[in-house]
């Protein structure tokens, strides 16, 4: 991916790692297909892409990753068993973080958007009503939303190690 986009831009200048899956299930049953799953996507994909862009963005001396993560990382929910969900995000919240500090010198922001639950495909719209009132202004998330804080962590040139909570209120609390 890194290599193609290069090849037709010839440079890197964004990263948005939005690649990742959720499977709500207690601990004890996940399934070790499921464990490999969610960790192959979420912090395997993570890794290899972020890699190659890092190295490119480190040759043109600029550029700005932003890692999709999920506010369940520091708040977790009862209603959501989301063990696999915490144990990969967390780890991108964490490696935001590293990389933002590994990297400023070098001209490389590093950021993160930690959404609520957002409606896409992911979630049957038979669920809608449920998710929605998990979040404290009692409606789902609109991809508008990430889109739009995405969009504000590009432009802001001064911002970088950031954990930006898109999630209807559910960080500040219930």
Known sequence: MIA???????????????????????????????????????????FHVTQNAIAAMEKQGSGHIVNITTSLVNHANSSVPSVLASLTKGGLDSATKSLAIEYAKRGIRVNAVSPGVIKTPMHSPDTHEFLANLHPV?????????????LYLESAGFVTGEILHVDGGQSAGH
């Open 4 to 46: 193609e986009g290069l090849e037709r831009f010839g440079r890197i200048d964004t990263l948005v790692n939005n690649a990742g899956i959720f499977i709500a299930s207690p601990f004890t049953q996940y399934t070790e297909d499921q464990f490999a799953a969610v960790v192959s996507i979420n912090l395997a994909g993570f």
């Open 138 to 150: 009692g409606r789902m998330g609109e991809v508008c939303d990430i889109v739009g804080a995405v």
